[in-house]
């Protein structure tokens, strides 16, 4: 059962640059779209195609895969097919102003609406006072003044004549109107009429007591006569008013006048431009600061909202527009696709919809926010402090969410799902939310929701949701599942090619030649860590693109070759090569027991590998095996999770490997073993069970008594039934074992055992397919156990014959003729110990 070591051909997958048909990336097209996505690109098609309740989009996939880029490019695609959005507005409510009202206009409008209320508060703040300043005017107000005045004089006229007819004085005082008795053309003093007659006095007191009677009904007609000059006068105001009001919202009126919530508003406005009619006349800004700010206050105490529209009486037309979709407001947007780009320029341009990516979902920053602003030692707030969350920048658009950032800020899950649940944004706090503030403040009108969200995260979020949250299946039902990799095939390499081009006019990096093409693809394929694919995941590989493209300028280089990306791999792991040369020289040192040449009983090198941070690399083990007669069953002891340092694959391995040993040995007689099985120094955790095939094979050794050559490392699996199966890492460990080979000296007699299923995945360093070339290394492909034992052992297995034996001096024979051993001495135990107790009873 000889197995031969893998060729050197198939330990690394060149790529074949001669079928390119390019000298440089310069010469290639951007890749439009997604290589080997076709599932993505179908469910991206379907989740934004559909429009229907809950139907929105969870991208999940490895971090690095590139999937925020991906899905701003596809997006890209249909955006600029689709008509853009309404614009949205908040805009004073003028019966009550705490309920800001929200208008839906056109594209690009609400600036237009907001312009044009600009313009007609300033025509009217030029042309009232001019009007109430006008000969036509101050003539139509002065007759109604001299109407009054007439009036009032008229009627104290005819009291003034009958009082005088009567010898009685009608006086004007700073108390009001008296009477006095008169004679000869003068008022009598007190001291003069009392030395009237009591006669006359009586006579005097009778008539002054009549005409106050009439003077009294005088006085009780002024207020209404005031009250009818203050009408007459106010009808005149109206009258200027609405025609001045009228000619300066004409325009406005016309450009709006197939919105009839936005018509509603224009003739509220101009009521109240009526009504209010004297805040031109006054000044309006021109009041003292502290009298508009005693206002505001006031108007906020008393829950009018709003105490700026107190404060300053113009305020309250303006229009604060939250969301504008104009030509113009979506030039300060970015053409980039990158996430970060897009989340500091406040939207993609790319077409009609509107493309949002959201960096900082706080619930705020997704509902929209009031502000208030300090006056006065009191906070107060009005419609124009109302600012727009992510869901109003991208209604009728997309907005991408990062899931996990989602999930980090309170309240923002929630209060997104109940944003979608409702079809509407409602504005609304983190402490109203939570009832932990009362106080005055605005309740805005909801404006309808209509957005595609577009959440991104890893699969483990993703499958969490699903499990924890039942409200995630029904607002995310369509997920779009990005692959790790794709087949390493020439059309691909070419797309591969293309995408290169494309991230080296992004980045602004150099073109690269086919050599540097071709090795990015064969770095792609390691990273994978499988020789017939690729890698989807381009966070490392663009790294990695711009690290050789710094070295190549360093150089003066006009184009990245092989060369510089060998160099860029060859820095990247210097920098992070601290932990695993201080790994290498524990061995070496002999400080970490590790035999590479020679023989062991019950002992083998295994292979596993360490992963910290983005740092890996592969470190042999010393796997050690004992073995003695056991008490009438077979018993394998896992001292790693004996001691709680094994994890629960490590732990089925074990019992795996256990199984195998029963069902292999002695079928017809009960085993009696006991074994026990150690990482030699290992003072961390253990899992996984690549290493059951060496544990397995030290167990073998100390069962037949068969060393081990310790030249030769082991890593792979097995299941009951002796197969060696696949395990990750592959080139990792092979790698970590050769590095120590090669610093004590490569003898030729060393190598590494892999399964067989293991060979594609092979994409190994250069130094260790020349070691193999030369013969002084070497990598076995095995299937089976049995041949594994056999390059371990030195010996056949052996095969169960037709007689139920295994071949006399096989490996297996030895093994199973010690384990008959250890069942006759544990049945002879037994009968001693049986008769022993026998001896006692009697």
């Not at 609304?428 to 209509?450: C, F, I, N, R």
Request: charged share 25%; proline share 4%.
């Amino acid at each position: 059962m000889a197995v031969d070591p893998v060729p050197s051909d198939l330990l690394y997958r060149a790529c074949d640059t001669s079928q390119f048909g390019f000298e440089t990336t310069a010469e290639l097209d951007d890749h439009a779209g997604l290589i080997g996505q076709e599932r993505v690109l179908e469910a991206l098609r379907f989740g934004t195609g559909i429009r229907r309740q809950g139907y929105n989009i969870f991208v999940l996939g490895p971090d690095g895969a590139g999937k925020h880029e991906a899905v701003l490019h596809f997006l890209a695609g249909i955006a600029m097919r689709e008509r853009a959005p309404s614009d949205w507005v908040y805009v004073n409510n003028f019966v009550t102003p705490h309920k800001p009202v929200a208008l839906e206009l056109g594209a690009g409008t609400g600036r237009q609406l907001k312009e044009g209320m600009a313009r007609v508060v300033d025509d009217l703040r030029v042309t009232i006072p001019s009007i109430l300043e006008s000969e036509e005017y101050q003539n139509r107000r002065q007759a109604i003044d001299e109407e009054l005045q007439e009036r009032q004089e008229h009627a104290f006229e005819e009291l003034r004549v009958k009082a005088e007819a009567e010898d009685i004085a009608l006086l004007r005082t700073p108390a009001g109107f008296a009477l006095a008795p008169v004679r000869d053309g003068n008022v009598l003093k007190p001291d003069e009429f009392n030395r009237l007659p009591e006669n006359e006095r009586k006579e005097i007191e009778a008539t002054i007591q009549s005409l106050q009677k009439e003077l009294a009904d005088t006085l009780e007609h002024l207020p209404s006569w005031q009250k009818e000059h203050h009408q007459q006068l106010r009808a005149l105001n109206r009258e200027v008013a609405e025609r001045s009001v009228e000619r300066a919202m004409r325009d406005l009126r016309s450009l709006f006048a197939g919105l009839t919530p936005v018509v509603k508003w224009l003739d509220a406005v101009m009521a109240d431009l009526v009504e209010n009619i004297g805040t031109f006349a006054s000044g309006g800004e021109d009041a003292p600061e502290q009298a508009r700010m005693m206002a505001a206050m006031q108007a906020l105490m008393q829950g009018r909202g709003g105490g700026f529209a107190a404060a300053d009486p113009f305020r309250r037309y303006e229009v604060n527009v939250v969301v504008d979709n104009g030509k113009e407001a979506r030039a300060t947007g970015t053409t980039s696709r990158r996430p970060q780009d897009i989340a500091d320029a406040g939207g993609y341009i790319g077409g009609g919809s509107p493309i949002l990516y959201e960096d900082h979902p706080t619930m705020a920053n997704l509902l929209g926010r009031i502000e208030h602003i300090p006056q006065m030692g009191a906070l107060v707030t009005d419609f124009m402090l109302i600012k727009p969350g992510a869901l109003h920048r991208a209604n009728g658009g997309y907005l991408l969410i990062d899931a996990l950032k989602l999930l980090r800020e309170p309240l923002a899950w929630d209060a997104l799902k109940r944003a979608i649940r409702r079809r509407k944004i409602v504005i609304e706090s983190a402490g109203e939310y939570l009832s932990l503030v009362s106080t005055v403040t605005l309740e805005p009108d909801p404006v309808p929701l209509d957005v595609k969200i577009i959440l991104l995260g890893d699969r483990y979020l993703y499958y969490m949701l699903s499990e924890l949250d039942p409200d995630f299946g029904e607002l995310f039902k369509v997920a779009a599942d990005f692959e790790d990799e794709i087949d390493r095939e020439a059309e691909n390499d070419l797309l591969y090619a293309r995408l290169i081009a494309g991230t080296c006019r992004e980045e602004n990096l150099l073109p690269f030649d086919r050599s540097g093409v071709g090795r990015i693809i064969e770095r792609s394929s390691r990273q994978a860590e499988d020789a017939e694919k690729l890698s989807t995941v381009m966070r490392p590989i663009v790294d990695l693109m711009c690290e050789a493209d710094h070295i190549a300028r360093s150089t003066g280089a006009l184009v990245v070759t092989a060369q510089h990306v060998d160099e860029a791999v060859e820095a990247q792991i210097a920098r992070a090569d601290r932990l695993r040369e201080r790994s290498l020289e524990m061995i070496t040192r002999d400080i970490v027991m590790i035999d590479t040449e020679g023989e062991r009983t019950g002992q083998v090198n295994g292979l596993s590998v360490l992963s910290m941070g983005s740092v890996s690399f592969g470190r042999p083990s010393r796997i050690t095996a004992r073995v003695r007669m056991g008490l009438g069953s077979t018993r394998v002891i896992d001292i790693e999770r004996e001691v709680m340092l094994g994890g629960p694959i490590h732990t089925k391995g074990v019992l795996i490997l256990s199984g195998y040993i029963s069902g292999q040995f002695l079928p017809e007689i009960p085993l009696s073993m006991s074994a026990s099985l150690v990482f030699e120094q290992s003072y961390g955790g253990v899992d996984g069970d690549s290493a059951s095939s060496a544990e397995l094979y030290a167990l073998i050794s100390a069962l037949a008594e068969a060393p081990i050559a310790q030249g030769l490392a082991v890593t792979g699996s097995v299941n009951q039934i002796g197969e060696v199966q696949a395990i990750g890492g592959v080139n990792d460990k092979i790698e970590g074992f050769f590095d120590i080979c090669m610093r004590r000296g490569l003898t030729g007699e060393q190598g590494v055992i892999i399964p067989a299923s293991n060979v594609k995945h092979l994409m190994l360093r250069q130094d260790v397919v020349d070691a193999v070339e030369r013969g002084m290394f070497a990598i076995y492909p095995v299937e089976h156990v049995e041949e594994g034992v056999e390059l371990l052992m030195g010996a056949p297995a052996g095969i169960r014959g037709a007689d139920g034996h295994f071949p006399p001096g096989s490996i297996y024979a030895r093994a199973e003729e010690r384990l008959a051993a250890f069942a006759d001495n544990q049945r002879r135990f037994a009968q001693r110990s049986d008769d022993t107790n026998s001896r006692k009873g009697a």
